[in-house]
């Protein structure tokens, strides 16, 4: 069982923006996760990190986020600067850091849906990928759920598709965690996340937001290239998530550049 976390505790007050930093807003934002076992994540981050399992029906389990949105308003925090609207599709795995013990995710990679992916894919050598990224949403105005939410990324590096349903009968339900506040300071508040460069080394970067309004949707369908390429989530396992969350729109602070660790 994970350990009783309080939001409270893990709210900080937002760092000044500078120098390049980025301030964003982004639509359509979900968070379904997969939970499956602690030794299919063997070999894909350095031994600095461990993974934070969740014990699930007396099994390790590690927890595989996909988490799509479209960035708009994608601009400077600090100076006048145009702003940019792309679809994007994040992949993470939530992890420890052992030399510090914050808790934050190994981010595989994103598909990316703009010419601005030559700076992080060439100048900073992140793993982004390009990627056409389509939504097709519809939020009923009265209740403030989505009558629909469908995504669809076409790109070599990760093809996907997904569909979600949400209702007001859908519940929050987190098996391993003791609370409902629990799993969701695990699954949405990480602030820090670790990756490989496309160049091999280590590199990390920090976003920071507030506390996020998510509330539980239902997977109607998925498919997600990536998750069963790396042998993580079969493609017969991708239509039984662990959760689905979703928050119509929200927003993020970027602190940039990544940093170099190795």
């Given amino acids: 069982m994970q350990e009783s976390r309080k939001l409270k505790d893990y709210l900080i007050e937002r760092p000044k923006p500078q120098g390049i930093d980025v301030l964003c807003s982004l639509k359509h934002f979900a968070i379904i996760t997969y939970a499956v076992p602690a030794d299919r994540f063997k070999g894909i981050f350095p031994e600095r990190f461990q993974l934070d399992t969740v014990e699930i029906g007396g099994q ?10 479209i960035d708009v308003d994608f601009t400077s ?41 030559a700076v992080p894919r060439y100048v900073w050598n992140l793993p982004w990928h390009a990627g056409k990224v389509k939504f097709d949403c519809t939020v009923n105005e009265a209740s403030g759920l989505y009558d629909k939410y469908h995504m669809q990324t076409t790109s ?25 506040e629990s799993a969701l300071v695990y699954l949405t508040h990480p602030l820090t996340g670790f990756y490989y460069r496309r160049d091999g080394k280590l590199g990390t970067y ?22 069963s390429t790396l042998g993580i989530v079969m493609e017969s396992e991708q239509s039984s998530p662990y959760s689905v969350l979703i928050e119509p729109i929200n927003e993020f602070t970027i602190y940039l550049p990544p940093t170099v660790i190795e």
């Avoid at 992949?91 to 595989?108: A, K, N, P």
């Avoid at 070599?156 to 003791?178: C, H, M, Y």
Wanted: proline share 6%.
């Fill in 77 to 117: 925090a600090v100076f006048p600067f145009p702003k940019f609207t792309m679809g994007q599709t994040n992949y993470r795995i939530y992890i420890i850091d052992t030399e510090t013990g914050e808790r934050c995710v190994w981010f595989l990679g994103t598909t990316l849906d703009s010419w601005t992916l």
């Fill in 156 to 180: 070599n590096w990760a093809e996907a598709t997904v569909s979600l349903i949400q209702s007001e009968s859908d519940q929050f339900d987190f098996p391993g965690f003791p609370d409902v």
């Fill in 60 to 69: 390790e389990m590690g927890l595989i986020s996909v988490v799509p949105f």
């Fill in 206 to 227: 920090r976003v920071w937001h507030k506390e996020l309004a998510v509330k539980p949707a239902q997977l109607a369908s998925a498919n997600f290239k990536l998750l």
